[in-house]
């Protein structure tokens, strides 16, 4: 039922922050805002919300607020603003071509958002220039699931995390960055005190403290530490010969190389590596859970397969407490998988590359054009600003200003593009304030659509919320524009559960075509199921609703079995130097999240960690002359930054960390990525963001 102020009720909707996506009872309390409560019928969080969620309702202001479109600095009216961007794509793509022209969107985006986005682009301006800000979060994750499974699948679901035996978590502060779905495997330990959690961070992070073993490794080492799991695990006689012969392909070559490998580089003692691979040979239920650390890495994608491996190699995978398991930052980082929101991907887990697929797609749409090959991915798109191939780019729900690495390069790579346009909630972020248009879009709470977390469930984001002064829904705004570039028919939608239906039938095609994304089940729902959508694990088929892949041992190669790579280690490409001797990690922080758009509205989020900071070794300190609380210069090889100095023994000797989220409207010189170096994995285009070099001094006011 609709609230009404007399009478307000709660709407289920869903948490816009982090990839556990937790269901949100929402109530609007009679003065504009929201009350908040966990919805305890979601299976991600069983009534169960972390601060940022809870905090939610403080965040819902309309003050500061883009309330109507922006040209040239001025109020526009929708038509102007509208006209002029098809005007400005089709002159650019009349004079050089589809490829100058580029979409950078969003994994905060819903799925119908995206959908309708990644259509307009590759099927109707006929390329594949539209990446999204998930490059920087799990491209690695997607290339290496691809490159094993045939698809990017993730097996399992988070009750695994609740019935393993271990659980390894790798590359991942979850206390901060996925607080519910740790709090889950607190509540999993602390009823079964046999199971047993491994921890690998070059950090000691607030994820350690349930941690039985706290293996800090150097930073890069991780493929140099499951390729040792692989040959302990062979050594050992644990591997699953009959799941080997029956469903994997490449083990004796993955095998052959993890020999070769020197586990020294994971600058680990000999006691740890042993206890770290003799828990995990003897625990029968075992989890490892990747994220950021794993992925953003210029050799992200390798990593993931050497942990891969090893649950192929022993058949740990797809059964119940079993499997590898990557986490996604964002709250539809998945989602944007799905639909092919990515430069390399077409919706519905379909492949550019594929000419049947293209085919597929092209026909599905009845689309004019179809590039033939992926385009330029997040970095790339970027350098192609600033050279000038690309000449227009929309920017949708992303700041790419502030969190992309070699920020300043994006600025002045955008201060000198021909046209940018930029739609969001807020008009004064630092990339809008460089776009010749801004269109205000809805956010959290004022629209409508789905998202999928880390755990393949999909979900629905409900509008509860009116849109504030003239803003529209993004699916809405990019189908407009759609149809007023010609395409009238095609991006005729009425309502996201209309994209959703499409979208669900063209996931029949694909499951037809043998890709594991399949929610036909769905493709037929009325606008009333829609809004009224309980939260479902994919696939959904006439045959089939959620569970886990794998265990049956079919895989979507062309062979039908699970890949095994073979994985050489490769150090990060930044090398530290006399010049630049410290070793950059970046991360989040518990209440803020990604450049603060939303968290830094609220005063109870901002009270955790007031300013930006970097957390160095006391021995560190005490060579630079540094003090607690003093402020230092950082800088990099493409930018300086001024921070906090925050001395503690959790960090090893070399090493720096300093959080992402602050941008130029908290903090004048907080901005971090402005120092992160744009190294990518050469297979996922995923940048390094980990892994950069630093000089550090300190700061003396003038
Ligand atoms: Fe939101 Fe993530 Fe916190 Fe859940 S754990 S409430 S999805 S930020």
């Known amino acids: 039922p609709a609230p009404t102020l007399a009478q307000p009720c709660a709407r289920r909707t869903t948490c816009p922050y982090c990839g556990v996506g937790c269901g949100v009872l929402a ?104 990446d999204t800000n998930s490059r920087l979060c799990m491209a690695s994750t997607v290339a290496g699931h691809k490159r094993a499974f045939g698809t990017d699948t993730v097996p399992g679901q ?26 889950r495997i607190v509540a999993a330990k602390k009823a079964r005190p046999q199971m047993k959690v491994i921890n690998i961070d070059p950090r000691r992070t607030a994820t350690s403290d349930i941690a039985d073993l706290h293996l800090s490794i150097r930073p890069g080492g991780d493929a140099a530490l499951f390729n040792r799991l692989l040959v302990e695990i062979y050594a050992q006689g644990a591997i699953d010969a009959d799941f080997i012969r029956d469903h994997v392909e490449g083990f004796d070559a993955a095998l052959a190389t993890a020999h070769r490998c020197d586990s020294a580089v994971t600058g680990l003692s000999e006691a740890d590596l042993q206890a770290f691979c003799d828990l995990w040979i003897t625990s029968h239920k075992v989890v490892t859970v990747f994220s950021q650390g794993v992925n953003q890495s210029s050799s992200g994608s390798d990593k993931v397969n050497a942990i891969l491996n090893c649950h192929l190699a022993t058949g740990r995978i797809g059964k119940p407490g079993c499997g590898p398991f990557s986490m996604t930052g964002q709250p539809n980082a998945m989602g944007g998988r799905e639909v092919g929101g990515l430069a390399n991907m ?10 049947d697929h293209r085919s597929a797609v092209k026909t599905f749409w009845n689309a004019p054009a179809m590039p033939v090959e992926a385009g330029l991915k997040a970095v790339d798109m970027f350098r192609a600003v600033a050279d000038g191939r690309i000449k227009a780019i ?53 629209k409508d659509g789905t998202v999928t977390n880390s755990e393949r469930c999909i979900s629905r984001q409900r509008a509860i919320l009116p849109p504030p002064g ?41 499951g037809q075509l043998g890709r594991d994304f399949d929610i036909s089940a769905m493709q037929e729902i009325s606008d009333s199921e829609y809004g009224d959508l309980a939260p479902l694990h994919w696939p959904q088929t006439a045959h089939r609703a959620g569970g886990r892949f794998f265990g049956d041992g079919r895989f979507f190669t062309p062979s039908g079995r699970g890949r095994m790579l073979p994985i050489q280690f490769r150090p990060p490409q930044s090398v530290p130097s006399a010049d ?40 560190d300190a005490a060579d630079l002359g540094l003090a607690v609380a003093d402020l230092a210069w950082i800088r990099s090889p493409h930018g300086h930054a001024i921070l906090r100095v925050l001395i503690t023994d959790r960090i090893g000797r070399g090493q720096a960390f300093a959080p992402m989220h602050w941008t130029s409207q908290y903090a004048s010189r907080g901005q971090i990525d402005t120092l992160v170096s744009a190294h990518v994995d050469p297979v996922s285009g995923q940048p390094e963001s980990k892994a950069s070099v630093v000089r550090i001094e300190k700061y003396h006011a003038a």
């Open 27 to 130: 109530t609007p309390d009679g003065i504009g805002g929201l009350t908040i409560k966990g919805d305890p019928d979601h299976p991600a969080n069983f009534g169960r919300l972390c601060s940022k969620g809870s905090a939610l309702g403080e965040t819902v202001t309309t003050e500061d607020r883009l309330l109507y479109p922006v040209v040239a600095g001025a109020r526009s009216g929708w038509d102007d603003a509208l006209d002029l961007v098809v005007r400005k794509f089709q002159d650019m793509i009349a004079k050089h071509g589809p490829d100058s022209v580029a979409f950078y969107v969003s994994g905060q985006m819903l799925s119908e958002d995206y959908y309708v986005a990644n259509k307009l682009m590759k099927g109707f301006i006929g390329s594949a220039n539209i």
């Open 158 to 183: 988070y009750t695994d995390l609740e019935q393993a035996d271990l659980i390894v978590l790798t590359g991942s502060n979850l206390a901060w960055c996925h607080p519910v779905l740790y709090q």
């Open 346 to 355: 077409l919706a519905c887990h379909l492949d550019i590359e594929n000419a």
């Open 394 to 446: 929309w920017i949708i729900c992303t700041n790419p200003v502030v969190s992309m690495p070699e920020a300043d390069a994006v600025r002045t790579a955008l201060e000198g593009c021909d046209f940018v346009v930029v739609s969001d909630m807020y008009g004064n972020t630092d990339t809008a304030k460089l776009a010749d248009v801004i269109l205000p879009a809805t956010g959290w709470g004022e």
């Open 470 to 510: 003239e803003a529209r829904h993004d699916w809405d705004i990019i189908a407009d524009v759609g149809r007023r570039m010609g395409w009238a028919s095609a991006f005729d939608y009425q309502s996201p559960a209309e994209i959703f239906r499409e979208y669900a039938a063209l996931s029949g095609i694909a």
């Open 580 to 619: 630049y001797p410290y070793v950059l990690n970046t991360g989040r922080v518990r209440d803020h999240w990604h450049t603060m758009t939303r968290t830094g509205t609220s005063a109870r989020l901002s009270q955790h960690l007031a300013e930006p900071f970097i957390e160095i070794h006391p021995d």
